[in-house]
């Protein structure tokens, strides 16, 4: 899994990918955070990171995505994928080497945003007159989130050799599961069907964490959907090397 890992974030960082990622993120994110007058922080008035972490989840939905396409898409064109299931590599240690250097990868474009924090703490009236229980909460959820989208992106990049495919794959997946669920949910009044999708909205696992208290529940459930996907990986290149 170690080899895979390396090699893939060797690619990340030995092309343009990584550091056109970073800065498609960042400056989105910055526009949004300190410039846009609907959304940006010193009109806003308050130290608060509340725009950020609202948007940010929807860049992230298609940025994922775009950096995850290629990692088994990829492979699968060039010949490289067979290659590989011929090494005596596991197809466990493949999929979790793919999808752990795709998270890191995803981490590092965040890290930066912690500037950001620093930022609003100085700004505050008084100085540090903000909520760091829920800034904490929120970019527990943010990783957590990331996570779960590179887990669906990688399942899609392992369905067929078309990058674009894998690309709106990817999108689909997790635009419905972070806001379709939730939509789906008000269909149903207030019924149990309607509590299920509400549960199920990733959306709302991202905002209950944002309040500051992190609940194991919500990590365990957004744990699980990355296990889900990088299981339905799994059975794919399992399906592959027959």
Same mark, same amino acid.
């Given at each position: 899994?170690?080899?895979?890992?390396?090699?893939?974030?060797?690619?990340? *960082?030995? +092309?343009?990918?990584? &550091? #056109?990622?970073?800065?498609?993120?960042?400056?989105?994110?910055?526009?949004?955070?300190?410039?846009?007058?609907?959304?940006? #922080?010193?009109? /806003?008035?308050?130290?608060?990171? %509340?725009?950020? *972490?609202?948007?940010?989840?929807?860049?992230?939905?298609?940025?994922?995505?775009?950096?995850?396409?290629?990692?088994?898409?990829?492979?699968?064109?060039?010949?490289?994928?067979?290659?590989?299931?011929?090494?005596?590599?596991?197809?466990?240690? @493949?999929?979790?080497?793919?999808?752990? !250097?795709?998270? $890191?990868?995803?981490?590092?474009?965040? @890290?930066?945003?912690?500037? /950001? &924090?620093?930022?609003?703490?100085?700004?505050?009236?008084?100085?540090?007159?903000?909520?760091?229980?829920? $800034?904490?909460?929120? /970019?527990?959820?943010?990783? @957590?989130?990331?996570?779960? $989208?590179?887990?669906?992106?990688?399942?899609? +990049?392992?369905?067929?050799?078309?990058?674009? $495919?894998?690309?709106?794959?990817?999108?689909?997946?997790?635009?419905?599961? &972070?806001?379709?669920?939730?939509?789906?949910?008000?269909?149903?009044?207030? %019924?149990?069907?309607?509590?299920?999708?509400?549960? !199920?909205? @990733?959306?709302? =696992? /991202? =905002?209950?964490?944002?309040?500051?208290?992190?609940? +194991?529940?919500?990590?365990?459930?957004?744990?699980?959907?990355?296990?889900?996907?990088?299981?339905?990986?799994?059975?794919?290149?399992?399906?592959?090397?027959?």
């Amino acid at each position: 899994m170690l080899a895979v890992f390396n090699k893939e974030i060797g690619s990340f *960082f030995n +092309s343009l990918i990584a &550091y #056109i990622v970073m800065a498609v993120f960042l400056t989105a994110i910055g526009l949004i955070v300190w410039v846009f007058p609907d959304s940006n #922080i010193l009109d /806003y008035g308050y130290a608060d990171l %509340g725009s950020f *972490f609202s948007l940010a989840p929807y860049v992230l939905i298609f940025l994922i995505p775009a950096i995850t396409m290629r990692s088994l898409a990829e492979e699968a064109r060039s010949g490289t994928l067979e290659l590989l299931l011929t090494k005596p590599l596991r197809n466990a240690e @493949l999929v979790l080497g793919k999808f752990l !250097a795709n998270w $890191v990868l995803v981490l590092v474009t965040i @890290l930066p945003t912690l500037v /950001y &924090y620093y930022s609003v703490y100085k700004l505050g009236n008084p100085e540090g007159n903000v909520d760091s229980a829920s $800034v904490f909460g929120s /970019y527990i959820g943010l990783l @957590l989130f990331s996570g779960v $989208v590179v887990s669906m992106g990688i399942w899609s +990049s392992s369905l067929n050799e078309n990058q674009i $495919v894998a690309f709106i794959l990817g999108v689909f997946l997790a635009f419905v599961w &972070y806001i379709g669920f939730g939509a789906v949910a008000t269909l149903f009044g207030a %019924g149990p069907i309607s509590q299920f999708f509400s549960w !199920a909205a @990733l959306n709302g =696992q /991202y =905002q209950s964490l944002g309040k500051g208290v992190v609940d +194991s529940r919500n990590v365990i459930y957004l744990f699980s959907i990355m296990s889900l996907f990088i299981f339905l990986t799994f059975l794919r290149i399992e399906n592959l090397r027959k």
